[in-house]
């Protein structure tokens, strides 16, 4: 032990203070309520309460009526069951004169059916690609339709007003309504 202190010195660093904690000095300047000169050029001083946090949500659309979208399924389904038909009076009908003209309609009748059943079944489920896929589904329909009318088949009256049906899908399908109620869910 040398020095003056009666601790011996080690390499332990102290864990309590060895002096007087240092004061600290008084502020300079008061800060306070900002104050507001009264009627008769005296300040006056006022509460101001703390602002008081308030929960703003974004503000609800209102939800998205059904109505154009359950309409443009039922005329997928039409226009699906439809194409399928007509397209299987003309393979039946023209098989043994134009096998080439029977395979391209049963082409293109197929891709026709994929495109509304996937499109019918995205739209249910409120997928974003679902109304292109109805659009070119009853796109590719149309161009079934018009092979009956450059093919020259004879066929009921009824049957030249089917492509209305098309055309009411790619109406129903681009429709605003059922994009809104498309984007809804």
């Known amino acids: ?11 332990i660093i102290r864990r309590h203070p060895t002096g007087a904690f240092p004061a600290s000095e008084p502020p300079t300047q008061l800060t306070d309520v900002p104050t507001q000169l009264g009627a008769q050029g005296e300040p006056q001083t006022q509460y101001i309460p703390r602002a008081r ?6 503000t609800q659309p209102a939800p998205a009526k059904p109505g154009t979208a359950m309409a443009t399924a039922v005329v997928a ?4 069951w ?13 098989w043994r004169t134009d096998r080439l003209f029977c395979v391209a309609v049963g082409f293109l009748t197929a891709i026709s059916a ?8 995205g739209l249910l489920l409120r997928r974003w690609v679902s109304r292109l896929l109805i659009v070119v589904g009853a796109v590719v329909a149309l161009l ?14 009824v049957v030249y007003a089917i492509p209305l049906l098309p055309v009411a899908c ?5 429709l605003p309504a059922t994009g ?5 869910g």
């Open 114 to 121: 994929a495109a509304l059943i996937a499109g019918l079944i």
């Open 77 to 80: 389904i039409l226009t699906g």
């Open 82 to 94: 439809t194409t399928a038909v007509i397209a299987t009076d003309l393979i039946t009908g023209w």
């Open 170 to 174: 790619i109406v129903l399908a681009a």
């Open 53 to 58: 946090p308030v929960t703003v949500g974004p």
């Open 1 to 11: 032990m040398t020095g003056d202190s009666p601790d011996p010195q080690t390499s």
């Open 144 to 157: 079934i339709f018009s092979s009956l009318f450059v093919a020259g088949a004879k066929l009921p009256a």
């Open 180 to 184: 809104r109620w498309e984007r809804s």
